[in-house]
């Protein structure tokens, strides 16, 4: 197990925006500033809507554990499919509002990849540990194509796997760092992608964890 300082950057040097592909861009430190307030307002949002292990329809529980917040949330069982509801299938209530910090951030960091019209309803909240990974899938539960997917990481680093339109495409190694933010749209919204396997480590933020904000435009 590694520990991270709040000196570490392996990023250091690099430029601050990176277009990797046609309609992916990392904004690499983007939400470094104001990490420790969207760090306490996950922590908020999670004691209304507590992170939670999702079964996915073959039966499988999801190492990842998630929640959501804002109009509408994602989410899973053995019988529905993956889809988005209204209400937090656990407490019945409505899912936690989507604090004001999210949605500026995610509208500033989209208009900086050229999104500028992207407005988030949702936004799903990961909690990665320590062994735990996301395999190669399309985001396809989303009504408009047209809007982009905001990712912001973090806590403990991670490698994203940015694919082609086919799962068995070859695949780029994007490293991200606590404060990234990658934007994917236009003709890149429905490529695979997934996060390699989480290494061990302790972030002086997080702890033993990588938290990542996906937001999305889903009615």
């Known amino acids: 197990m590694y520990n991270l300082s709040l000196f570490d950057d392996p990023s250091a040097g690099l430029p601050k925006r990176e277009d990797l592909t046609e309609g992916v861009v990392l904004l690499r430190h983007f939400a470094l500033e104001k990490s420790a307030s969207l760090i306490s307002s996950v922590a908020t949002v999670t004691t209304l809507a507590p992170f939670r292990h999702l079964m996915i329809p073959g039966g499988l529980r999801m190492t990842v554990a998630m929640s959501n917040c804002g109009p509408i949330g994602w989410t899973s069982n053995r019988k529905g499919g993956y889809r988005y509801v209204t209400h937090d299938p656990d407490t019945d209530l409505p899912w936690p509002p989507m604090p004001e910090l999210f949605v500026e951030l995610a509208c500033q960091a989209a208009s900086e990849a050229g999104f500028a019209d992207f407005m988030p309803d949702a936004c799903l909240i990961n ?3 320590p062994g735990t ?5 399309q985001d396809i539960n989303e009504r408009d194509f047209n809007a982009p997917i905001v990712s912001v ?4 680093p991670a490698t994203f ?15 991200l760092v606590h404060g990234d933010v990658l934007v994917w749209g236009g003709p890149a919204r429905l ?9 061990d480590g302790f972030h002086p933020n997080t702890g033993r964890f990588r938290i990542n904000l996906t937001f999305r435009q889903a009615a």
Do not use: E
């Open 127 to 129: 909690r990665y540990a």
């Open 133 to 137: 990974r996301l395999s190669m899938h």
């Open 153 to 156: 990481s973090l806590g403990l």
């Open 161 to 175: 796997q940015l694919g082609g339109w086919r799962r068995q495409d070859v695949s780029i190694q994007v490293p």
């Open 191 to 199: 490529r695979y992608h997934g996060v390699r396997t989480l290494k």
